[in-house]
């Protein structure tokens, strides 16, 4: 098996994914902007969290007030999002499981569309971290989790500090201002921009994938050693995402590991 100059060289214990724009194609937040009539509104907010200021939660706060979600609404969200899912990003994340390898969601999406996502992807529940939203008995909005550290800027390298007692090395895939800070407290981060490209984001990603497919997550995340204990199907999803690598799908600024 042929060794690469940027190939990880001792194993990862926990693979972490964003949700929104990553793991799925859409945002929630809009999913919901738009259902409710307020999409321009959110839309701009939303993008200037992403690309420039990161999210806080003045703006979490601005953006929910804005949308005011129902309850019921909350599988709108769910459905959008695995109707956009990332194409490879399920068979990544079987791989990933098959190498025992945890993996989670840290996402400043709505838990009660993130998690039943995550679970659908075959991500266990427990392992999703998002932010609680309150509704009133007949389903209407009441408050967020303000106490949540995902809705602030620093919020992603809170939860990996907290992981880090449990998972040695640790890597983090996301296409966010907030994940970039989380990048800087993980052994690996991988930039994505297959959903939207964000060059704010990429100038500040050692690894920054630019094709749809997460495909090249796994040359990436895995050693050679453990390239060689694929299955004949994970080997398939390897080799696909090093072609995009070759092809140069997959921007280059450092080729050591960013912790």
């Not at 999409?39 to 907010?45: I, K, M, S, T």
């Not at 529940?125 to 008995?137: I, L, P, T």
């Not at 004949?232 to 912790?259: H, M, N, W």
Request: proline share 4%; aromatic share 10%; with cysteine.
């Amino acid at each position: 098996m042929q060794a690469f100059q940027w190939q990880i060289e001792y194993p990862l214990d926990a693979i972490l994914f964003d949700c929104d724009s990553t793991l799925s194609a859409v945002e929630g937040i809009t999913v919901l902007a738009k259902y409710n009539n307020v999409y321009p509104q959110v839309h701009a907010l939303t993008e200037k969290a992403m690309a420039e200021t990161g999210l806080n939660a003045g703006l979490y706060r601005a953006r929910l007030d804005l949308v005011r979600p129902q309850q019921s609404q909350m599988m709108y969200v769910i459905d959008a999002y695995w109707q956009a899912l990332t194409p490879d990003v399920d068979k990544v994340i079987t791989c990933l499981h098959a190498l025992g390898k945890a993996v989670y969601v840290v996402s400043a999406g709505i838990t009660q569309a993130v998690v039943p996502f995550a679970e659908r992807l075959g991500i266990a529940g427990k392992n999703v971290f998002a932010v609680n939203v309150s509704f009133d008995q007949q389903g209407h909005y009441q408050r967020f989790d303000k106490h949540s550290p995902l809705t602030t800027q620093c919020g992603k390298s809170q939860i990996v500090t907290e992981l880090r007692k449990i998972h040695k090395h640790i890597a983090h895939v996301g296409d966010g201002m907030n994940d970039i800070e989380a990048a800087k407290a993980v052994d690996r981060f991988v930039g994505y921009g297959g959903s939207c490209y964000r060059e704010s984001i990429a100038k500040l990603s050692p690894f920054y994938i630019r094709c749809l497919s997460l495909s090249p997550l796994l040359p990436l995340f895995l050693t050679r050693d453990e390239v060689t204990k694929l299955s004949p199907s994970a080997k398939t999803l390897y080799q696909r995402g090093l072609t995009y690598i070759q092809q140069d799908a997959v921007e280059f600024r450092q080729i050591v590991s960013s912790r």
